[in-house]
C-alpha cells in the first residue's frame, strides 16, 4: 500500500532478509534480483494508515484461523502450532522471494565456468529474474515458501497491497475474501508441515533437474520437433502455443523424467489447495461461490500483453494444474473419503503420477 494525503501507510517486511550471496547453486546474482524487482515494482493501491493497520492485522489472524479449517476438513497437522503469517508489501515479498529460489537451488551442481563468465551470466540473468519478480509481484496474493523464513524452516507470507487491489477489483467482501486467500497458502503451509519428507522431496527433484545436463547440439536437434509442437503441427491436441510442451519436448529423456515428477507434485499441491479452499465451504466463507467464480475469472482475463506475459511465464500452465490437481482431489474424495486422498501424503511412492492426476481411478487401484 502507498502513502496518501493522510500520511504513510506501508505495510513492510517484519524480518527482511537479504540475499546472502551472488551466485549459489546457479549463475545468478541474487542481490542484483532483489534490487531490480524493488525498483520496477509499480506502486501499490492508495488507503489510509488506519485501513492499511486494519488489513494487516485482520490477515495477520485470518492465516492462523484458517489454518484450523483445514486442518478440520483434511485432518492432517493435529498438534502444529498454529502461526500468523507474514504480512507484506510488494518490495518485502520480491525480496523473500529471491532469498527463497536461492535456498531452494543452492543444491544443484552445474557445470565449473571461468569467473569472469560466471559473474556476467549472473548479472544478467538477476536482472531477468528481479523484472519477472516485478511483474509477478504486483499480481500474487500469498506464497509458502517452505524454504524461505528463518533459518529457511518455512514462511507464510500474505502481500496486502495485491489482496486489498483484488478485493476492489473483484467488488467482493474484504474480510471474507482475504480469509479465502489464507485458506489457499494455509494449505500449503499444512502439506509441507505436516507431512515430514514433503520437503526435502521437493528440493531434491528440483536439484535433479537443474543438475542434469546434455549437450546443446542434442538441445538443438529436437528443436524443429518442439516448434512443430508449438504450432500444433504434430497432431497432439491441447499443446498448440504451450510453452510448457516445448520446454518439455527440449529435455534429454532423464530431465523429462524428473520433470515429469516435479510437475506432478507441483500440480497436486496447487489442485489440493484450490480443493481444501473450497470444501472449507459456506460455513466459513458465506460468499465462497461468488468469489471462486470472480477470481476464476479474473485469472482468464487480461489485456493481449498481460496473457503473452502469463504465457511465457508459465503462468497459463499453472491455471492448469490447478483444474487439473484439484478435480484429481475432487475425484478421489467422493470415491475414498478425505482418509483415502491423504494417502497421497504417505511417501513419495503414493504420489500420483502425470497420467494418473487424469485418471484418479487408475491411482486409487496402484495405492489400493
Not at 248 to 255: D, I, K, S
Amino acid at each position: 500500500m502507498q502513502p496518501d494525503a493522510t500520511g504513510p501507510a506501508t505495510v513492510t517486511d517484519p524480518a527482511p532478509a537479504a540475499p546472502r550471496r551472488d551466485g549459489g547453486g546457479l549463475p545468478v546474482n541474487w542481490s542484483l534480483a532483489a534490487t531490480t524487482a524493488t525498483r520496477l515494482m509499480p506502486a501499490g493501491p492508495r488507503t489510509s494508515p488506519a485501513a492499511a493497520r486494519e488489513l494487516v492485522e485482520r490477515l495477520r489472524g485470518d492465516s492462523a484461523r484458517a489454518e484450523g479449517h483445514v486442518r478440520e476438513v483434511t485432518g492432517l497437522g493435529a498438534g502444529l502450532p498454529l502461526l500468523p503469517a507474514d504480512v507484506l508489501d510488494r518490495a518485502a515479498w520480491a525480496r523473500a522471494a529471491v532469498e527463497g529460489m536461492d535456498a531452494l537451488t543452492s543444491g544443484a551442481e552445474l557445470p565449473a565456468s571461468p569467473w569472469p563468465v560466471r559473474t556476467v551470466t549472473a548479472a544478467g540473468s538477476g536482472a531477468q529474474l528481479g523484472a519477472l519478480l516485478a511483474y509477478m509481484g504486483a499480481r500474487v496474493l500469498g506464497q509458502y515458501d517452505p524454504f524461505g523464513g528463518p533459518g529457511g524452516g518455512g514462511r507464510l507470507m500474505v502481500v496486502a497491497p495485491n489482496v486489498h487491489a483484488a478485493t476492489t477489483a473483484l467488488d467482493v467482501d474484504g474480510e471474507q475474501f482475504g480469509l479465502w486467500v489464507c485458506l489457499h497458502e494455509a494449505t500449503h503451509r499444512l502439506q509441507f508441515t505436516a507431512v515430514p519428507w514433503l520437503r526435502d522431496h521437493f528440493a531434491g527433484l528440483v536439484s535433479d533437474l537443474l543438475t542434469l545436463q546434455e549437450p546443446d547440439t542434442d538441445k538443438l536437434a529436437r528443436l524443429p520437433d518442439a516448434i512443430r509442437a508449438l504450432r500444433g503441427e504434430d497432431g497432439r491436441k491441447g499443446r498448440k502455443g504451450d510453452v510448457l510442451a516445448l520446454v518439455e519436448l527440449l529435455q534429454g529423456p532423464e530431465q523429462r523424467a524428473v520433470l515429469d515428477k516435479l510437475l506432478a507434485l507441483s500440480t497436486l499441491l496447487e489442485g489440493h489447495a484450490d480443493h481444501v479452499m473450497d470444501a472449507v465451504g459456506p460455513e466459513v466463507v458465506p460468499d465462497v461461490a461468488v468469489i471462486r467464480r470472480r477470481f476464476t475469472e479474473r485469472r482468464r482475463g487480461g489485456g493481449i500483453v498481460d496473457r503473452l506475459l502469463r504465457a511465457l511465464l508459465g503462468v497459463e500452465a499453472k491455471m492448469r494444474q490447478y483444474a487439473v490437481g484439484a478435480a484429481f482431489c475432487r475425484a478421489v474424495e467422493r470415491e475414498a473419503g478425505m482418509d483415502g486422498l491423504n494417502r497421497v501424503w504417505e511417501s513419495p511412492e503414493t504420489l500420483p503420477t502425470r497420467d494418473e492426476l487424469t485418471d484418479p481411478p487408475a491411482w486409487l487401484r496402484r495405492v489400493g
